[in-house]
Nanobody, 126 residues
Framework: QVQLVESGGGLVQAGGSLRLSCAAS????????VGWFRQAPGKEREFVAT????????DYADSVKGRFIISKDNSQNTVYLQMNSLKPEDTAVYSC???????????????????WGQGTQVTVSS
């Protein structure tokens, strides 16, 4: 079983950047595809991005494509989400999640993931 811990959230002005980290322990992150999801108050959990076990393949929600970059460092057992050109509508709790299916395919539904972190708050002011 893998444990996930997010960090890097905070308050940033619109147009700014943040980098979130998802650190894994318990098992090697190279065994898992990892996704980032977010949930704003009163809204459903929303897919943001996902990356394959090897880190070679990645996919993004249309709302963040071209602004966010997901990356994976298996040697550090960590997945990152670089968020640029942030908008107020990006405000949410961001969570990372892991699942071990092969081969890789885009999994954009939160129920497809088995392990979750506790989340980190991102607030973008206008």
């Amino acid at each position: 079983q893998v444990q996930l811990v997010e960090s890097g959230g905070g308050l940033v002005q619109a147009g700014g950047s943040l980098r979130l980290s998802c650190a894994a322990s318990g098992r090697a992150l190279r065994l898992y595809n990892v996704g980032w999801f977010r949930q704003a108050p009163g809204k459903e959990r929303e897919f943001v991005a996902t990356i394959s076990r090897s880190g070679v393949y990645s996919d993004y929600a249309d709302s963040v494509k071209g602004r966010f970059i997901i990356s994976k460092d298996n040697s550090q057992n960590t997945v990152y989400l670089q968020m640029n050109s942030l908008k107020p509508e990006d405000t949410a709790v961001y969570s990372c999640a892991a699942e071990g299916s092969v081969p890789y395919s885009v999994r954009a539904r939160w129920m497809e993931y088995d392990y979750w972190g506790q989340g980190t708050q991102v607030t973008v002011s206008s």
